[in-house]
């Protein structure tokens, strides 16, 4: 079942998604690839911080953050990622470093890659290591509200 806040919101938001169940996967490209998703569509988040808030880098699973970049397209004077253990408490109805890129649902503002905001669907993670959703990148637009940035290599 995908995140609880997740599955509500959009459901609230009358918004249509697809749930797909796959293998146990940790890292975003396995993921991908046990959901027969391209690495290059499926959508990463990446926790950073930024000036000591918390914000949501959602990339596609075959890119890496560009720290630098970020830092400059942003104007933090301190950008870092984040690791697992500082944000586990943040996502509670979440396995650790399965976070759906919904940062409004938890506080926090959304970077997303322009090659995701190209693409006429989104798929991530839902909240667990074996569930994805996928849905339309107008509908997760209008409900998240992103800056489309450009901060990866």
């Known amino acids: 079942m995908p995140a609880t806040k997740l599955k509500q919101f959009l459901d609230d938001n009358d918004v249509r998604y697809v749930v797909t169940t796959h293998s146990l996967a940790y890292t975003a490209q396995e993921v991908a690839a046990s959901a027969h998703v391209s690495g290059r569509d499926f959508a990463k988040t ?5 000036d000591g808030d918390w914000a949501m880098a ?3 699973a075959n890119r890496k953050v560009d720290i630098q970049e970020l830092r ?9 990622l984040a690791a697992e253990d500082e944000f586990r408490d943040v996502f509670p109805d979440c396995e ?7 940062g409004n649902l938890y506080g926090m503002d959304v970077f997303v890659a322009p090659s ?3 693409e006429e669907e989104i798929a991530f993670n839902a909240g667990s290591h074996t569930e994805i959703i996928k849905m339309s990148f107008g509908d997760f637009e209008r409900l998240v509200k ?6 990866t290599t």
């Open 46 to 50: 990446v926790i950073v911080k930024i």
């Open 58 to 60: 959602v990339l596609p």
């Open 72 to 80: 400059e397209i942003t104007g933090g004077d301190r950008v870092k």
């Open 96 to 102: 650790p470093g399965a976070m759906p890129p919904f």
């Open 116 to 118: 995701l905001a190209d």
């Open 146 to 151: 992103p800056k489309v940035l450009s901060f």
